[in-house]
């Protein structure tokens, strides 16, 4: 009778546990523990800045879109910006449906006119399409490289958006632009699409870029795919 109890007991406990709202991400957990060789780390003012707000939960019927209880009312790791004279970008971790409107506020305070989203989805499209922002699916599988797919996807948007009527953004000033792009934490898929643009149009080399993206965002960027970038080289140039 009493291992009847126990059993009974440590059955309902179980079903009290949480369940983990994501999971199968390894790119971003890793870049805190190896930050690549050549590229030093500085301390960011971008990283762990909380941006707090009392919206509540919006519920759904996908179990991958959920707000959850952490991140439902503020943003763990501010957005940081990468700016170059021809180029602007957002770095972002992954909104939740619940924290989607502190992302958009945040879009809105940087020009942003397109997000593209390199993971699994975490949050409905309808609240930036109301807000002006275009959303583009570029996710490709985590720990590996960008296929050539997504690169010439990311890159032709890049041109578009900054290059387009034929004026780069410092000569533009009347419409400034800015592309946000982001992976689970920001740390590993969306600050290599970011290091390849500034290869691709600014003439960086890969550590210059680097070195620049970790200047911001503190933890970007692994020595895998430092290495990927040294490697790949301004292979993709478009224009």
Request: proline share 5%; glycine share 4%.
């Given at each position: 009778m009493a291992a009847t109890m126990a059993n009974?007991?440590?059955?309902?406990?179980?079903?009290?546990?949480?369940?983990?709202?994501y999971s199968g991400e390894v790119e971003d957990a890793n870049n805190n523990n190896n930050n690549g060789a050549g590229a030093p780390i500085h301390p960011s003012p971008h990283s762990h800045t909380p941006i707090s707000s009392s919206h509540h939960t919006h519920n759904n019927n996908d179990g991958r879109i959920s707000g959850g209880s952490m991140g439902a009312?503020?943003?763990?790791?501010?957005?940081?910006?990468i700016t170059t004279p021809?180029?602007?970008?957002?770095?972002?971790?992954?909104?939740?449906?619940?924290?989607?409107?502190?992302?958009?506020?945040?879009?809105?305070?940087?020009?942003?006119?397109?997000?593209?989203?390199v993971c699994e989805p975490t949050y409905l499209g309808g609240e930036l399409i109301s807000a002006g922002i275009q959303l583009h699916e570029m996710a490709y599988e985590d720990g590996h490289s960008p296929p050539e797919d997504v690169l010439q996807r990311w890159l032709t948007l890049v041109e578009e958006r900054f290059f387009g009527n034929g004026l780069s953004a410092s000569n533009n000033k009347k419409e400034q632009k800015t592309i946000a792009v982001h992976c689970v934490?920001?740390?590993?898929?969306?600050?290599?699409?970011?290091?390849?643009?500034?290869?691709?149009?600014?003439?960086?080399?890969?550590?210059?870029?680097?070195?620049?993206?970790?200047?911001?965002?503190?933890?970007?960027i692994n020595e895998k795919q430092l290495k990927y970038l040294e490697g790949s080289g301004r292979r993709y140039w478009l224009r």
């Open positions: 009974s007991s440590n059955a309902a406990s179980a079903m009290m546990v949480p369940a983990r709202k009312s503020s943003i763990s790791s501010k957005p940081t910006p021809n180029l602007r970008f957002l770095i972002m971790d992954a909104p939740r449906q619940s924290n989607l409107h502190l992302y958009i506020k945040e879009c809105r305070r940087n020009h942003v006119t397109d997000i593209v989203r934490a920001g740390l590993g898929r969306a600050p290599v699409l970011v290091a390849i643009a500034l290869m691709e149009f600014e003439k960086m080399d890969a550590v210059e870029a680097v070195m620049m993206i970790r200047s911001q965002r503190r933890g970007a």
